[in-house]
Structures are given as C-alpha cells and as structure tokens.
C-alpha cells in the first residue's frame, strides 16, 4: 500500500500547495478545517462523488478529471445563485497509482482554483482496492432567501436555458462510437464539452434575483425539466426547434437524424436550465448578455397535467422514451 | 445497475426522513443544500472516508458501520473544540447491495443523529465496480479564534488523554486472532470499541478555553503524539506506566505482554489527546469529569531532541518500533 504509507508525503507535496489562501486549512496540517462566509450569507454546499469506469473512462486525463471533478459541482452552486469559496475533496486511490497522476489531478486543480477564485479547504486521501473513486464537496455562499431552488416555477413563468444544448452528450457517443482520437479530430469542440464542463459561475448572482427555478442540466434537459416540474407541482411544455445547438451539434443531428434524441435525454450539458417571470426576463437575459452567456428561451410553464414535461416540434408532439440519461 | 435507477427512491425513502430537522437540505431534494452557523462562529469541517477492506470488514453490521462514519469525523470535531451541526455523505455502493443493508445504515445514520444532535444535510449516491465506499463531510461550528489544533503544543506543558487507551486496537488483534464470535464472548467491551467508538463530543467547549494543543487518536497514541510534536516544533515524553488502561485490557496484556505494544502503536481510539498548560490543566480536569469524562495526565511536552516522541517505564526507554497504526 504504497500511497498509504505515502499518504502525508503526497499531501505535503501536492495538495497542500493548493490549500496556502486558505487560513483555516492550515496547510492541510490538522483533521479539521474552517472557512468564512460573507456576513449575512450562509454556506451553500454541493457534494458530488465520480467513480472510474461509471462516471468517466479510467484513461481519461487527470488533470481533465481533476477539472470535471470541479465544475460538476461549481455548476449546482452556480445553478443556486451561490458563489464559490472552496471545496474539501476525498480521494480513493489504487494503490498502484503513480505519483505523476498525482501531480498532474493536482495540476488541474490548481488551473481551475485560479480560474474559479476557489481554494482546497481540506479533505482526506485513502486506498482502495475498487476504481479510482472522487468525492469532492463544494462549498459557497449566498443569502438564504435568495438561494434558487427547483421548487419555485409557476404557471405562466419562461423557461430558459444558457450556452448550448446537447454537445456533451454527442461528444461522449462520438467518443463511445469512434474512439477518443477520432471522435477528437473530427469534433474536438464536443469531445472538449465532454471532457471540460463550462459551469455558468458568471450567472450565479444574476439568478439570485431574478430566476424563480432553477437546476443544471447534468441528467438530460428532459431529466432536469422532470425534476423542476415534480420539485414545483408543475408541467413544463418546451418546442424542440427553439433549442440552441451549436454547429457542431448541427452538423452530427443533420448527419443521423436518430442523434437528435441525445439533445432531449443526453446529459452533463452544465448548462442552466431556469423558469423565470416574464417581468424578470429581458432583464435576465441582458445581465447574462454581459458576462457573455447567451440565455434562449426554450418553454412555459403551464399548469396542465400533472408535473409533466411535453416536447413539441412545430405542430407535433415528440414521444419521448427515456427521460434521464443513464450513465454508460 | 439496481442502485442507480432506484437512487431516487432510495433518497426519499431512506436518507431524506434523516434530514426533516434541517431546512436547508430542502428534504434532500436539491443539488445543494445550506446550513447555519450561529453569529461569530465559523464552520468546522472533517471529512473522513472509509472504504470496505481497507477500513471496516465487509461484514461489519451496517448500522456499526454508520455509526463508526459518524462518530469518526465527531470525533475531529471534538478535538478541535468544535459543536457538531450536522454532515454530508457521499456513498459509493456495489450495484447488488441489498436495500435491507441500506436500512439498516439509515437506522443507525438516524440513532446517532439522535445520540449527538446532528442532521443529514445532503450528498450524493453513486455505484461502484469496487468495494463499498463512505465519505462523510462532518460540519460543526466554532469561535474561529478558539480552535484547538495540533500545532499549539508548547515546552512545560502537561499531556493528557482522555478516557483509556488501546481498547479498540486490542479488540481488532482478537477479532484477528479468534474471529469476530470468540472475540466478542470473551471480550466484548473491546469489541465493541473497536465497532463504535466514543467520541468525546461533550469537551469540544471545554477544550476551547483551556487546551493548548490537541489531537483525536485515530492513527495510534504515539503517531498522533508524533503529530503534535511535528506540528507544534517540540518534543513529548510520555511515561507506559501512567497509560489509563480500561480492566479488559489490563487482563489482555497480562496474559500476553507482547501486546503492550498495540497501546502504543494500535489505533482507532477515538480519545482526546491535549497538551495543556499546569494553570489550566485542573479546571479542565474537572469540567471534563462533569462530564463524565477522566482525563489522566502522562507525560510533558519538552523541547529537547527534535519534535521526538520519547516513552519511559519507569527507569527504561521504550523502543518504538512502529509509530503509526496501519490498517489491515
């Protein structure tokens, strides 16, 4: 048990260093740490657990892992209206990790810290006999009464959502179809939405405000819709024609028309799928506008039926099989 | 994969009933959840992880095994001085984990929530290909400035622990040696220290105001000893013959000598380790027996060697072979 014995070692040398602007990690020296929040707000927490071969392939890139580890859980902060502080991270390792993957995870945390403003707090490092197992707790702020939940969605309200829709999803069947490298050369912009989330950070304290429901589309857009409408006592009904795709995404639907249902039920867009009144709206989309997040309106909420999501293409219902995406 | 298309039904039947007494964990129905922390208090976090063959027998009763989780991560808390207010939980599960394991966890997850006034207040549930994996994200509060933690520890100072030392590694060495039945026929208070320990969660306010330095014993009395040596730049000499033994292990070591060395080197205690100044040290002597809780003094922090942990018996030196518990 190599990394055991190595267990203070691999701290003092990798993780520590990511933990030095935060005063009360005390460079991971002690079973505890604190952190501070902003007077008036209150901690906000998300925690998300990724294991090797159901949440990603055992090949993928550390420093890749380390980033996705990250943003899975910025992007349910973000989805709140919390702001990131830190986080407290749990690693189980292989006992025949190498150290260089060490280094290189470490590596891609420390990019994503800087990206983020976000610092380690603290954590724990143990073995495991299993696959390579990730728990990371992320840690933010906001005020209490101005968290935004699944819960809040009314009739009448629009339903939103940020960036793209689809591209992780089609990224990981291309990967799952042709293989990484070739899936890489051709779309590298899915592969990447695949590999590196892009959480909508930026939106947090717009949402604050302004969005009376919200969630990050990680189970599929219509998963995620699901959850708003059984969170809420709502129906959502959205049209598929107005959900924004990028070219790429374009390019493989138009290819193999059959692709189209991974746009509905593919998941791990991170993007943020939001209700909001029509009052709150135009403002919500230019404060978006600013930090460069393009908001399309895709739906309403109604209130017909019970808490069911219905997709229309033009004049046409569109069935739908599966509503959440399952992992491979 | 059972597990993972029943998640939600497991959530909702088992682990949200767990968190009805916390507002912010929303009936565990949100991908984030908040927490209070009373008025110039900051949070306190320890995050433990225990995985199946590494930490615990795969056997090992599911409700032991969540009390174990729990009062692992109290314990940190209490060393440091901090209340505990609730914790997240991360679980990792086979896909043919039988539901009844799961309420048997919840069942003992919801007795020492009682036990210790805490509450679930959110996590995560995924499936694994290994063995099962727990990671508990234990928070509490405290005055920032009133911490306790390893590196306080100063030269004139007394040593302490609290409650007896060795009980829970002499309980593994018999599970060990004659299986978990004869063990515990024979001895079952070591046993059972060894399934759930104790943490000492009613001096975390005591310990604020009096101690100089402390530590939970986790990784052995004379590694977490080490600990506080390093940490603190000093160095401890302890005397064997003032170790507080419980009746059980005085029987144990008697019958065979050669196990004196798990007292020192055997881990899992779950007591308070503390350095104190000779001022504060009777108070704390007697609020902690208030408690119900003996603190027995053995040994001094001294400063010379270098941040070296020295044992005596009577006249003689001990050799210290091995200064950290390793698991099995």
Same mark, same amino acid.
């Given at each position: 048990?190599?990394?055991?014995?190595?267990?203070?070692?691999?701290?003092?040398?990798?993780?520590?260093?990511?933990?030095?602007?935060?005063?009360?990690?005390?460079?991971?020296?002690?079973?505890?740490?604190?952190?501070?929040?902003?007077?008036?707000?209150?901690?906000?927490?998300?925690?998300?657990?990724?294991?090797?071969?159901?949440?990603?392939?055992?090949?993928?890139?550390?420093?890749?892992?380390?980033?996705?580890?990250?943003?899975?859980?910025?992007?349910?902060?973000?989805?709140?209206?919390?702001?990131?502080?830190?986080?407290?991270?749990?690693?189980?390792?292989?006992?025949?990790?190498?150290?260089?993957?060490?280094?290189?995870?470490?590596?891609?945390?420390?990019?994503?810290?800087?990206?983020?403003?976000?610092?380690?707090?603290?954590?724990?490092?143990?073995?495991?006999?299993? /696959? $390579? +197992?990730? =728990?990371?707790?992320? #840690?933010? %702020? !906001?005020?209490?009464?101005?968290?935004?939940?699944?819960?809040?969605?009314?009739?009448?309200?629009?339903?939103?959502?940020?960036?793209?829709?689809?591209?992780?999803?089609?990224?990981?069947?291309?990967?799952?179809?042709?293989?990484?490298?070739?899936?890489?050369?051709?779309?590298?912009?899915?592969?990447?939405?695949?590999?590196?989330?892009?959480?909508?950070?930026?939106?947090?304290?717009?949402?604050?405000?302004?969005?009376?429901?919200?969630?990050?589309?990680?189970?599929?857009?219509?998963?995620?819709?699901?959850?708003?409408?059984?969170?809420?006592?709502?129906?959502?009904?959205?049209?598929?024609?107005?959900? /924004? $795709? +990028?070219? =790429?995404?374009?390019? #493989?639907? %138009? !290819?193999?028309?059959?692709?189209?249902?991974?746009?509905?039920?593919?998941?791990?867009?991170?993007?943020?799928?939001?209700?909001?009144?029509?009052?709150?709206?135009?403002?919500?989309?230019?404060?978006?506008?600013?930090?460069?997040?393009?908001?399309?309106?895709?739906?309403?909420?109604?209130?017909?039926?019970?808490?069911?999501?219905?997709?229309?293409?033009?004049?046409?219902?569109?069935?739908?099989?599966?509503?959440?995406?399952?992992?491979?």
């Amino acid at each position: 048990m190599a990394l055991i014995e190595g267990e203070f070692g691999l701290i003092d040398k990798y993780f520590a260093p990511l933990s030095k602007s935060a005063p009360g990690a005390v460079n991971l020296t002690d079973d505890v740490a604190f952190f501070e929040v902003s007077p008036g707000l209150v901690p906000v927490v998300s925690v998300d657990t990724l294991v090797g071969g159901v949440h990603f392939f055992p090949q993928d890139p550390p420093g890749n892992l380390a980033k996705k580890l990250i943003r899975v859980s910025l992007s349910d902060l973000a989805a709140s209206g919390a702001r990131p502080l830190g986080y407290f991270l749990s690693l189980s390792m292989p006992a025949d990790t190498d150290e260089s993957w060490v280094a290189e995870f470490a590596r891609g945390l420390c990019e994503d810290q800087k990206e983020f403003g976000i610092a380690l707090f603290g954590g724990d490092t143990t073995v495991t006999s299993g /696959p $390579l +197992s990730l =728990s990371l707790t992320a #840690v933010g %702020e !906001a005020a209490s009464d101005k968290i935004v939940r699944r819960s809040g969605a009314k009739p009448g309200q629009r339903v939103f959502v940020t960036g793209t829709i689809g591209d992780s999803a089609l990224g990981l069947t291309l990967i799952k179809k042709m293989g990484m490298r070739e899936a890489n050369s051709h779309f590298p912009d899915l592969v990447q939405r695949y590999l590196v989330p892009n959480p909508r950070v930026k939106l947090a304290p717009i949402l604050g405000n302004r969005a009376a429901a919200s969630i990050d589309i990680s189970d599929g857009l219509v998963g995620d819709l699901a959850h708003i409408c059984k969170a809420s006592g709502v129906s959502i009904s959205i049209d598929f024609s107005m959900l /924004p $795709l +990028s070219t =790429s995404a374009k390019r #493989v639907i %138009e !290819a193999n028309p059959t692709n189209k249902g991974i746009l509905l039920a593919g998941g791990d867009d991170y993007e943020i799928l939001l209700c909001c009144s029509p009052e709150n709206s135009r403002e919500l989309i230019s404060k978006a506008a600013e930090q460069g997040v393009v908001v399309t309106e895709i739906g309403r909420v109604t209130n017909q039926g019970d808490r069911f999501v219905r997709v229309t293409e033009g004049a046409c219902v569109v069935e739908i099989e599966d509503t959440s995406w399952r992992h491979f």
